[in-house]
């Protein structure tokens, strides 16, 4: 199942993984953008029992409601592995993790095959 928005794009690759990839270059994401991404991930899973594997798009980041709103959409879920471009979406994501939720379900790498190895080990 794959299912699109303007802001994102969500599949299932795996019976318990699903793929959510923001596909907006170079800007800075609201609130409604973000979660209507995350809106895709629930349709295909509204249950939340699947893991995330978290693409973001090259050179975004996300204002301060955004990453509220974001974090606290991915306390419901299993595992978020975020995957991130840039040494700046980095920075922000560790730091919005700290700060929002120091839970042990989302970890942040700069390449899809750590990231899938982290989802993947249990």
Request: aromatic share 6%.
């Amino acid at each position: 199942m794959k299912l699109t928005s303007p802001n994102a794009i969500a599949e299932r690759i795996d019976d318990h993984v699903i793929q959510l990839t923001f596909i907006r270059k170079n800007i800075v994401l609201r609130a409604e953008e973000v979660m209507c991404g995350w809106s895709l991930a629930l349709q295909i899973d509204p249950k939340r029992q699947s893991k995330i594997l978290l693409l973001t798009a090259e050179g975004s980041l996300l204002d301060e409601e955004a990453r509220a709103a974001a974090f606290e959409e991915k306390e419901k879920w299993l595992k978020i592995a975020m995957v991130v471009q840039n040494l700046g979406q980095t920075i922000m994501a560790k730091v919005s993790i700290s700060k929002h939720t120091p839970s042990q379900n989302t970890q942040v790498f700069e390449c899809i095959e750590a990231a899938r190895n982290w989802l993947f080990k249990d």
